[in-house]
Nanobody, 127 residues
Framework: QVQLVESGGGLVQAGGSLRLSCAASGRTASSAAMGWFRHSPAKGREFVAAINWGGAVTFYADSVKDRFTISRDNAKNTVYLQINGLKPEDTAVYYC????????????????????WGQGTQVTVSS
């Protein structure tokens, strides 16, 4: 089992930056591939980014890869999502997720399949 708790969301002006954090706990947290999704009323759930267990391999949605950076610190069991150049269309609830395997299966992440989910953190971008 893996438990995930997100933090770092908030209200920010367009063009600003945020760093979201996801603290993971559980026996297999450090060996799990982890990532982020977001959900908005307009677009529904979208895959954002994923990172493998060791942090060397990352995968991004095409729509965010120029502005978002995912990273992890396994010593702290924490995954981060750095978001730069925020746009109003980035407004969403951002969810941390983890899978039971340490490698990234791109199709799985694009399909929105994960084994563990956090409770979400709201990001609101004002224009």
């Amino acid at each position: 089992q893996v438990q995930l708790v997100e933090s770092g969301g908030g209200l920010v002006q367009a063009g600003g930056s945020l760093r979201l954090s996801c603290a993971a706990s559980g026996r297999t947290a450090s060996s799990a591939a982890m990532g982020w999704f977001r959900h908005s009323p307009a677009k529904g759930r979208e895959f954002v980014a994923a990172i493998n267990w060791g942090g060397a391999v990352t995968f991004y949605a095409d729509s965010v890869k120029d502005r978002f950076t995912i990273s992890r610190d396994n010593a702290k069991n924490t995954v981060y999502l750095q978001i730069n150049g925020l746009k109003p269309e980035d407004t969403a609830v951002y969810y941390c997720a983890a899978t039971g395997r340490g490698t990234i299966i791109e199709g799985t992440w694009l399909s929105g399949v994960a084994d563990y989910w956090g409770q979400g953190t709201q990001v609101t971008v004002s224009s």
